[in-house]
C-alpha cells in the first residue's frame, strides 16, 4: 500500500515528523517506541489519505525524550508494512548548557531530475546516475538538504493540479531514493522547476497550487508567516541555524525601469532578524540560486544589484560573522567567498546537479570563487561540524556519482 517513503522531516527533542505517500486511499498510523522498548509502544494519530492530495500523508511522533533512539513501524489500515530498511530515528540531543555540541553531517545538492519518456523532450536522456542517492545514504548523514529543482515540471504538467501531482509522485517514488530520505532528516527549499516553468517568476498563475503542492509533499517544520505565505522557514541544528528562503513567490521579473526583486525586503528583513537573534558558530542561509558569485548571468542574483547590495549591507550593518549561503540551480558547484567593507566575510556554498544534466564548460568569470572549488560534474556535498563550543569547525567534501571524493575545504569559527 505504501508507494512512497516514509521520509523523515525533523526530529526534534519531544516531536517528529513523518511522512508518506500510498497508493490508493487508505488510513496509515506510525507505532513507535525507544530502542529496544516495544514494551512503550505508542501511536500517532491516524491519518486518512484522498486522492485528491495524492494519497501523502504527515504523521506526527509526539512525546519523545531528547537524545533518544526511536523505531517505528508503519500500518496502513491496521495492517503492517515491510520496508527493505530499518525504520528508526535519532531526537535532538538536549546538550545545551551540558556538554560540548555535538558533531553533525549534513549532506546537500540539487537539480534531481528522474527520467519519464513519455514526457520528456525527445534525445538523450537528461537525467541519470541515480546511484549518486545511494552514494549519499552510504555516508550516513544526519540530515539532507534538498536545495531546489527536486522535481523538475514538464510541459504536461504546469497547468493541472494532476500535473503537478503526477511529477512530485512520479520523482517521490523513485527506487534509489527510498533509503536515504527514511534513514535522515530531510529539509527543502525550492526553485523555478518545483514552481512552474523555467524561471517562472511570482506572477505565476498556479503560484499558490505550486505552494500547496510544496507543502504536501515535504514535511518542513512550517511554511512562511500568515501575513508572508512562501516557503521561508528555519531550524535549528545542533548548535548552527539554517533559514530557508523562498525565491520564487515574491520574485518579479528583471526590468530596467522598475523596481525588482527576488526575496522582497519583508522576507530579507525577517531573514536577518533570525541571522541577528543567531548565536550559532555558523549561520547558514538556503536559497535556490547564487548571491556570493559575481557572474551576471541567468538567474544569480548579480542581476538584481539594489536587493543584493541590500542584502549585504544589512549583513554587514548588524556585524553578521560566518554567514554561509548555501544553493544549487547552476548545474555546477563551486564555494565562493566575499570580504565585507568592515572586514567580515560572507561565503557561498553551491551544490549541483545530482541527477540532472551537468555544465561541463563553465566559462563565466566569478571574482569571489575560491580556487580549485569548480566542478563540473554530477556531484553531491557533505558538511561536517566538530569541536568544541567556541572552536568549532566546518569541513566540506564535494564526492562525485559513486561517492569518491572530488574535493574539500574548511572553515574555522
Not at 503560484?207 to 514535511?219: G, H, I, Q, T, V
Request: hydrophobic share 35%; with cysteine; charged share 25%.
Amino acid at each position: 500500500m505504501v508507494l512512497s517513503g516514509p521520509v523523515l522531516g525533523y526530529a526534534e527533542m519531544k516531536e517528529a515528523l513523518i511522512w508518506l505517500q500510498l497508493k490508493s486511499p487508505g488510513k496509515v498510523q506510525i507505532a513507535y517506541w525507544p530502542e529496544d522498548q516495544k514494551e512503550n509502544r505508542k501511536l500517532s494519530d491516524p491519518v486518512s489519505t484522498s486522492n485528491n492530495t495524492g494519497n501523502t500523508a504527515k504523521l506526527y511522533l509526539r512525546d519523545l525524550e531528547p537524545g533518544t533512539v526511536y523505531q517505528y513501524e508503519v500500518l496502513v489500515n491496521g495492517e503492517l508494512e515491510s520496508f527493505p530498511f530499518d525504520l528508526n530515528l535519532d531526537t535532538e540531543p538536549l546538550w545545551d548548557y551540558r556538554t560540548e555540541p555535538p558533531a553533525f553531517e549534513i549532506a546537500m545538492g540539487s537539480c534531481l531530475y528522474i527520467n519519464e519518456a513519455e514526457y520528456d523532450r525527445p534525445g538523450k536522456p537528461y537525467g541519470g546516475d541515480y546511484q549518486i542517492l545511494e552514494a549519499i545514504h552510504d555516508k550516513g548523514p544526519d540530515a539532507m538538504l534538498w536545495l531546489g529543482d527536486n522535481i523538475y515540471l514538464r510541459e504536461a504538467d504546469f497547468y493541472s493540479r494532476s500535473g503537478y501531482l503526477h511529477r512530485y509522485t512520479h520523482t517521490r517514488s523513485l527506487e534509489e531514493l527510498q533509503a536515504l530520505m527514511a534513514s535522515c532528516n530531510n529539509y527543502a527549499i525550492w526553485d523555478d522547476h518545483d514552481f512552474g516553468p523555467n524561471d517562472a517568476s511570482g506572477s505565476w498563475i498556479h503560484r499558490d497550487m505550486a505552494l500547496e503542492m510544496f507543502k504536501l509533499f515535504w514535511p518542513n517544520p512550517s511554511f512562511g508567516y500568515r501575513d508572508l505565505p512562501c516557503t521561508f522557514s528555519a531550524f535549528n541544528y545542533r548548535d548552527c541555524d539554517f533559514v530557508m528562503m523562498d525565491n520564487r513567490y515574491y520574485r518579479t521579473e528583471m526590468s530596467e525601469k522598475h523596481p525588482e526583486q527576488i526575496f522582497g525586503k519583508e522576507q530579507i528583513d525577517r531573514m536577518i532578524d533570525l541571522l541577528k537573534q543567531s548565536r550559532a558558530p555558523f549561520k547558514f542561509v538556503l536559497t535556490g540560486g547564487q548571491i556570493i558569485n559575481s557572474a551576471q548571468v541567468y538567474e544569480n542574483h548579480s542581476n538584481y544589484e539594489a536587493e543584493r547590495d541590500y542584502i549585504l549591507r544589512r549583513i554587514e550593518e548588524e556585524g553578521l560573522r560566518n554567514v554561509i549561503f548555501i544553493n544549487g540551480d547552476r548545474h555546477h558547484s563551486e564555494v565562493s567567498a566575499l570580504t565585507l567593507p568592515n572586514g567580515n566575510k560572507v561565503y557561498e556554498i553551491t551544490v549541483s546537479p545530482l541527477t540532472s544534466g551537468a555544465a561541463h564548460k563553465v566559462t563565466e568569470t566569478n571574482l569571489n570563487r575560491i580556487e580549485g572549488s569548480l566542478i563540473q560534474q554530477r556531484n553531491f556535498a557533505i558538511m561536517k561540524v566538530s569541536g568544541p563550543r567556541k572552536s568549532r569547525a566546518l569541513e566540506l567534501q564535494y564526492y562525485d556519482s559513486e561517492g569518491q571524493l572530488i574535493y574539500r575545504w574548511s572553515l574555522n569559527q
